[in-house]
C-alpha cells in the first residue's frame, strides 16, 4: 500500500512568469510477498501474492513522478519485480528482470525499487520478472496526466480497471519447470481470469465473477491489461462499443470498435459510454491463437452492471471472433495510430544509424537417444536470430557495468543466416546455438530493428517486448521481408509509440526508436513459455558523453547474486 506521499520540487524553469510549474511528487509503497490460498475452479491452491490479493496493489501517480517500491520477500524463492512500460531513464538498476539487471530478491529479504517515470501517461502495469511467478504477481499502473494539464479528450465520468490472467490449478514454476526438463509443451492454463475472476462459465465461478457498476449517460475510461501468460487475447463488451484512445501509456487516434485483440503485455485505454437499456451486460476475453500449438480455448467473463437494474433472465454475450481469425485481429491492430497532435507530437527516427534484421523463431534442442518429449524426441526451444537465450547466474547489468568477464559476450549478430524464413524450412536452420549473447548500441544512434517471423516448428504471432524504451511501430507485412519494397510502406507520419508489438505469423513488424537511454535493457517475446525457451536477447546502450546521458551510479545494495 502506498503510505506516505509527499510533494517533490517545483519544475517551473522558462515557465514561471506564465504561472505554468509542474509539481512533481514522490510516492512510497510498501510490496509484501506472501503465500496466500485462494479458491478457484472448486479447488484451493496457494499462490505467490503481493499484499494478499489478486491482482496486487494498483500504483497511482503523475506524468514525471517517482515513486519508490519496497519488497518485502515473505515467500519461499527469489523474486524480481518489472515495471512493464516505465522507460526509467538512465536506471536500469531497477527495471527487474531476474539475472538480467539484477539477482533475485531473496526469501527473507527485502528491496526497494525506484520508478522513474518520464514521458509515459496512461496505463502500465508491473508483474514479477522470475520464472512464471507473473501468473499471479502483477498488479496496475495508473499515470494520470502532469498538473495543470488533461487528457485528449472530454474527461470521463469514472474509470475501471480490467486485468486479463491466466490461472491453472497445478503450481506455475512446477509446470514450466518439468517442462523445461522433460523438453515438452508446459500445461495450459486451466481458465482466463478478469481481475482474478474466471467468470460464471467456468464451474464454482459465478457467484465471484467479477461486477463492473456503472451509471445510465455516464462515460468511463476503461483500463485493459493484459497478464496473460501464453495467449493473446480478443475483448468486447456486449452490446457495447470501445473507443481506443491509448495503447501502452501513449494516445493514439480514437478507434471504435465492437471488439479489439490484445497481446500478452500490451496495455489499452478505452473509452465506454454505458448508453444501453439498464441491465447486465458480459463483458469476455477470448483466446487469439493463430499457430498449431496447445492453447487454452476457453473464456472469462464479468458483469458490466448498470446501477439499480435487476439481474435478466438472460446476460447478452459479446460476439467475439473465432480463436483462429488471423483477419480480424489484423484488422484492429493495423488500425492503431498516433495521436501525433501538437500538445502530444511524436518524433519517429529518420536517419538510421543502425539496424538489426532479427528472426524469431520456435526451434528444436537435440536430446541424447530422442529421449524428450518435444518434436522427432528432441526438446522444444526457441531463438532470435537462431542464438537460443541461456540466462547467466551473475547478472548482466553487475558483470557490465562492474567488467566481469566471462558472463556473456557482445556478439549477438545484426542479421541472422538467412534463408527462406516463411518457406520450406531445412533442418540445418532448426537448430539454434545457445549463449548469452547481446547487443552493444552507441548511445544516441538511431536504431531500426526488423523482425522477422519464420515457419520453424510452431508459426504464430510473437509479441516483441523491449524494456527501457518504447519504440515507433513503422510497419509490418506477411512472408518475408523485402528490403527494396517494404520501406516504401513504412508509415513515418503517425506510427504508435508502444513497448510491445505483435510480429505477424510467417510475417514481418519494424519498430525504430533512438537509443537515449543508457544501460542493459531486456528484448524477449512475452509469451512466457517461449521467453523460457530462449526468445530473448539483451540491447546494452551505452553512456554519452555526459553525466547527464550516462547511467544513474549503482545503488548501495542490489541483491546479491548466489
Request: aromatic share 12%; hydrophobic share 35%.
Amino acid at each position: 500500500m502506498e503510505f506516505k506521499k509527499m510533494s517533490w520540487v517545483l519544475a517551473c524553469v522558462g515557465f514561471m512568469f506564465l504561472g505554468l510549474c509542474k509539481a512533481f511528487d514522490t510516492h512510497y509503497y510498501d510490496f509484501v510477498l506472501t503465500e496466500s490460498n485462494f479458491t478457484r475452479l472448486c479447488e484451493t491452491k496457494t499462490i505467490l501474492t503481493v499484499n494478499g490479493t489478486l491482482p496486487g496493489p494498483t500504483i497511482t501517480v503523475r506524468k514525471g513522478d517517482t515513486a519508490f517500491v519496497n519488497v518485502h520477500n515473505q515467500g519461499s524463492y527469489g523474486v524480481t519485480i518489472h515495471w512493464h512500460g516505465v522507460k526509467q531513464p538512465r536506471n536500469p538498476w531497477y527495471d527487474g528482470p531476474e539475472n538480467v539487471t539484477q539477482c533475485p530478491i531473496q526469501a527473507g529479504s527485502n528491496f526497494t525499487y525506484k520508478v522513474i517515470f518520464s514521458t509515459e501517461e496512461g496505463t502500465l502495469w508491473w508483474h514479477a520478472h522470475s520464472d512464471w511467478s507473473r501468473a499471479t504477481v502483477y498488479g496496475a499502473i495508473i499515470i494520470l496526466p502532469a498538473l495543470n494539464t488533461t487528457y485528449p479528450f472530454a474527461t470521463p465520468d469514472g474509470e475501471e480497471t480490467l486485468v486479463l490472467g491466466s490461472w491453472y490449478k497445478g503450481g506455475v514454476n512446477e509446470i514450466i519447470a518439468n517442462a523445461l526438463a522433460t523438453g515438452g509443451d508446459p500445461n495450459v492454463s486451466d481458465a482466463f481470469t478478469i481481475n482474478g475472476e474466471p467468470g460464471h462459465l467456468y464451474k464454482c465461478s459465478n457467484a465471484t465473477t467479477y461486477r463492473w457498476v456503472v451509471d445510465y449517460g455516464k462515460t468511463y475510461l476503461l483500463r485493459l491489461i493484459n497478464a496473460v501468460l501464453n495467449e493473446e487475447m480478443f475483448f468486447a463488451i456486449a452490446n457495447h462499443n470501445l473507443t481506443v484512445v491509448a495503447q501502452d501509456a501513449a494516445y493514439i487516434k480514437p478507434i471504435t470498435t465492437s471488439y479489439l485483440m490484445i497481446t500478452p503485455g500490451q496495455t489499452m485505454d478505452i473509452l465506454v459510454v454505458a448508453n444501453q437499456s439498464p441491465s447486465h451486460y458480459d463483458v469476455a476475453s477470448t483466446p487469439f491463437v493463430d499457430g498449431d500449438v496447445a492453447y487454452n480455448n476457453s473464456t472469462t467473463t464479468a458483469i458490466l452492471q448498470y446501477n439499480g437494474s435487476t439481474t435478466p433472465s438472460t446476460i447478452p454475450t459479446p460476439i467475439l471472433p473465432d480463436f483462429d481469425d488471423g483477419t480480424a485481429a489484423s484488422n484492429f491492430t493495423t488500425q492503431v495510430r498516433a495521436l501525433a497532435s501538437k500538445d502530444y507530437p511524436i518524433n519517429v527516427p529518420l536517419n538510421i544509424t543502425h539496424t538489426l534484421f532479427i528472426s524469431v523463431s520456435v526451434n528444436e534442442r537435440i536430446c541424447a537417444n530422442s529421449s524428450c518429449d518435444g518434436p522427432d524426441g528432441n526438446a522444444l526451444a526457441a531463438s532470435l536470430s537462431n542464438i537460443s537465450f541461456v540466462t547467466p547466474s551473475i547478472d548482466i547489468l553487475q558483470a557490465y557495468y562492474g567488467a566481469i568477464y566471462g558472463v556473456y559476450s557482445a556478439n549477438f549478430p545484426h542479421r541472422p543466416f538467412i534463408f527462406n524464413f516463411t518457406g520450406h524450412v531445412r533442418n540445418d536452420t532448426i537448430y539454434p546455438n545457445f549463449g548469452t549473447m547481446v547487443r552493444t548500441i552507441k548511445y544516441g544512434e538511431e536504431v531500426e530493428i526488423i523482425y522477422q517471423g519464420t515457419n520453424m516448428i510452431a508459426a504464430e504471432n510473437h509479441p516483441m517486448h523491449l524494456h527501457g524504451f518504447s519504440f515507433y511501430l513503422v510497419g509490418t507485412g506477411s512472408g518475408n521481408f523485402d528490403p527494396n519494397q517494404a520501406p516504401k510502406t513504412y508509415n513515418l507520419v503517425d506510427p504508435p509509440e508502444v513497448n510491445t508489438i505483435g510480429v505477424p505469423k510467417n510475417g514481418w513488424a519494424t519498430v525504430r526508436f533512438k537509443a537515449d537511454n543508457p544501460g542493459v535493457w531486456f528484448m524477449h517475446c512475452h509469451l512466457e513459455r517461449h521467453a523460457s525457451w530462449g526468445m530473448a536477447t539483451v540491447l546494452i546502450v551505452t553512456n554519452g558523453n555526459t553525466t547527464e546521458t550516462s547511467m544513474l551510479p549503482a545503488p548501495a545494495y542490489m541483491p546479491p547474486c548466489k
